[in-house]
């Protein structure tokens, strides 16, 4: 069986026209080696590079197709948004009443939308999003996420996109593109100061050209990691018909399940099917002497769900390098440690 590190020795043999390598120029993401079967992305500093690279592409694919011990190899190029973004300032301005004449506000091409939310804040919702989209992307899917959180829109740092999103020929928003996934946030339109202030109105006609004015293409799934609580957002997103299923994130602890029982209740009294409940920040295993404990509480997510005879979905220990991937806008879903299966299982089950 042919390992990452060959298969990286092999990539790094590969040479770019500037002399440079995929590896050197630290072009290769998401590398996985499952049972012989290879998958990787190419990250292109732009897409104008990105479209010049599918000679190299295709080569790097051949490359590793030819190793002993691999069955299959595939790769996907995509650009980082970043440079993208500074080649190409959107004239489209976000903010402003919904206008009530647009009524199908959904994607076009989006097959499934997923809203990831909780009742109360900061128990992980915005990293249970991007892990999930990121997870889902690596299962072969095509995924977008749309960063509802408009009080605290954290997709940004969390996937290491800067800069305003380009726009299309057609003045539509083009979404930035990370780690395999197509991105959009109100963080990157406006200052983060200017939404806090937003109430209903603005809210909803943000949403509305969040969906309907960015170019998502075409997708499998677009996850919306959506504010806490059961505020606006969800109304608008429920009742325009947009969401074929709502995950719901709560920690264990009494406070934050109460809390994920209210946006349950608006979610099935919007008619919006709850896939399922992942409990985040489970349990704390130290890394010194594997004590595991539970900070949160124990087992009051599983019960819920038992309750409502959705499924649990997972439990997502307390993970040091959670956090810092997060903050380092290199969602851990993306690496190979046990927190990347979990997000890869949690995937599956969805699937
Ligand atoms: N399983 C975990 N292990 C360690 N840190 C975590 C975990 N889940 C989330 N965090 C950290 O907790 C903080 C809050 O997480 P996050 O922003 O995802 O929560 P949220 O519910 O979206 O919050 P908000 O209500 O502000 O939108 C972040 O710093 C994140 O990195």
């Given at each position: 069986?042919?390992?990452?590190?060959?298969?990286?020795?092999?990539?790094?043999?590969?040479?770019?026209?500037?002399?440079?390598s995929?590896?050197?120029?630290?072009?290769?993401?998401?590398?996985?080696?499952?049972?012989?079967a290879?998958?990787?992305?190419?990250?292109?500093?732009?897409?104008?590079?990105?479209?010049?690279?599918?000679?190299?592409?295709?080569?790097?694919?051949?490359?590793?197709?030819?190793?002993?011990?691999?069955?299959?190899?595939?790769?996907?190029?995509?650009?980082?948004?970043?440079?993208?973004?500074?080649?190409?300032?959107?004239?489209?301005?976000?903010?402003?009443?919904?206008?009530?004449?647009?009524?199908?506000?959904?994607?076009?091409g989006?097959?499934?939308?997923?809203?990831?939310?909780?009742?109360?804040?900061?128990?992980?919702?915005?990293?249970?999003?991007?892990?999930?989209?990121?997870?889902?992307?690596?299962?072969?899917?095509?995924?977008?996420?749309?960063?509802?959180?408009?009080?605290?829109?954290?997709?940004?740092?969390?996937?290491?996109?800067?800069?305003?999103?380009?726009?299309?020929?057609?003045?539509?928003?083009?979404?930035?593109?990370?780690?395999?996934?197509?991105?959009?946030?109100?963080?990157?339109?406006?200052?983060?100061?200017?939404?806090?202030?937003?109430?209903?109105?603005?809210?909803?006609?943000?949403?509305?050209?969040?969906?309907?004015?960015?170019?998502?293409?075409?997708?499998?799934?677009?996850?919306?990691?959506?504010?806490?609580?059961?505020?606006?957002?969800?109304?608008?997103?429920?009742q325009?018909?947009?969401?074929?299923?709502?995950?719901?994130?709560?920690?264990?602890?009494?406070?934050?399940?109460?809390?994920a029982?209210?946006?349950?209740?608006?979610?099935?009294?919007?008619?919006?099917?709850?896939?399922?409940?992942?409990?985040?920040?489970?349990?704390?295993?130290?890394p010194?002497?594997?004590?595991?404990?539970?900070?949160?509480?124990?087992?009051?997510?599983?019960?819920?769900?038992?309750?409502?005879?959705?499924?649990?979905?997972?439990?997502?220990?307390?993970?040091?390098?959670?956090?810092?991937?997060?903050?380092?806008?290199?969602?851990?879903?993306?690496g190979?440690?046990?927190?990347?299966?979990i997000?890869?299982?949690?995937?599956?089950?969805?699937?």
């Open positions: 069986m042919a390992t990452k590190e060959q298969v990286l020795a092999e990539l790094a043999r590969l040479e770019l026209p500037d002399g440079r995929l590896v050197s120029a630290d072009m290769v993401r998401a590398l996985t080696v499952e049972g012989g290879v998958r990787f992305v190419i990250e292109a500093p732009s897409p104008e590079a990105a479209a010049k690279m599918e000679p190299i592409r295709a080569a790097a694919v051949d490359m590793v197709q030819a190793l002993s011990g691999v069955s299959s190899a595939s790769a996907v190029l995509t650009a980082h948004g970043a440079q993208a973004a500074a080649k190409a300032p959107p004239k489209l301005s976000i903010g402003g009443h919904p206008d009530p004449k647009r009524k199908d506000i959904r994607p076009k989006v097959a499934r939308v997923i809203a990831v939310g909780s009742g109360k804040g900061g128990v992980g919702k915005s990293t249970v999003s991007v892990n999930l989209a990121v997870a889902l992307a690596r299962a072969g899917q095509r995924v977008g996420i749309l960063d509802a959180d408009f009080y605290g829109p954290s997709q940004p740092r969390m996937l290491g996109v800067t800069g305003r999103p380009g726009q299309s020929p057609d003045g539509r928003i083009m979404p930035p593109q990370a780690h395999g996934l197509k991105m959009m946030s109100l963080g990157l339109m406006v200052d983060e100061k200017q939404a806090v202030v937003w109430r209903g109105p603005m809210l909803m006609g943000a949403v509305q050209q969040m969906l309907a004015d960015v170019d998502w293409g075409e997708l499998d799934v677009l996850i919306i990691d959506l504010p806490p609580g059961t505020g606006d957002v969800q109304l608008t997103l429920g325009q018909k947009v969401l074929d299923g709502a995950v719901i994130v709560s920690t264990p602890q009494d406070v934050a399940l109460i809390d029982r209210k946006a349950i209740d608006m979610f099935e009294k919007l008619k919006v099917p709850v896939m399922g409940l992942v409990e985040n920040m489970s349990l704390y295993i130290c010194q002497c594997g004590h595991e404990a539970h900070l949160f509480g124990h087992g009051g997510v599983g019960l819920e769900a038992e309750r409502l005879g959705a499924p649990l979905l997972a439990q997502i220990p307390i993970d040091l390098e959670t956090r810092l991937g997060g903050d380092a806008g290199t969602p851990i879903a993306a190979e440690t046990a927190a990347a299966q997000y890869a299982d949690l995937a599956q089950k969805l699937l």
